[in-house]
């Protein structure tokens, strides 16, 4: 039962990743899951594990980790496309 809770809240760090960058409207469920986990990762591994937690997984740290990924992958994926 707990990976399925880590998947649902690290889905909802990954939408809200997305939706505060405005970069997530094409991302579906399984790219905000993944946000979600490794923006977890990140955030907490740059910003430690304060605030709150849920899963596992320290909120706060969490979305600014995923807000970070989700940025550097659409300026990856922005600059490929435009090639």
């Given at each position: 039962m707990?990976?399925?809770w880590s998947l649902i809240v690290g889905a909802i760090i990954g939408a809200i990743a997305?939706?505060?960058t405005n970069r997530g409207a094409a991302m579906g469920w399984?790219?905000?899951?993944v946000a979600g986990l490794i923006?977890?990762?990140i955030g907490q591994g740059l910003l430690g594990?304060?605030?709150p937690s849920l899963a596992g997984m320290a909120l706060i740290p969490?979305?600014?980790g995923a807000?970070?990924?989700?940025l550097i992958v659409s300026l990856?994926?922005?600059r490929t496309s435009k090639k």
């Open positions: 707990g990976i399925i997305g939706a505060i399984i790219a905000n899951i923006g977890a990762w594990t304060w605030g969490s979305i600014i807000i970070i990924l989700v990856v994926v922005g």
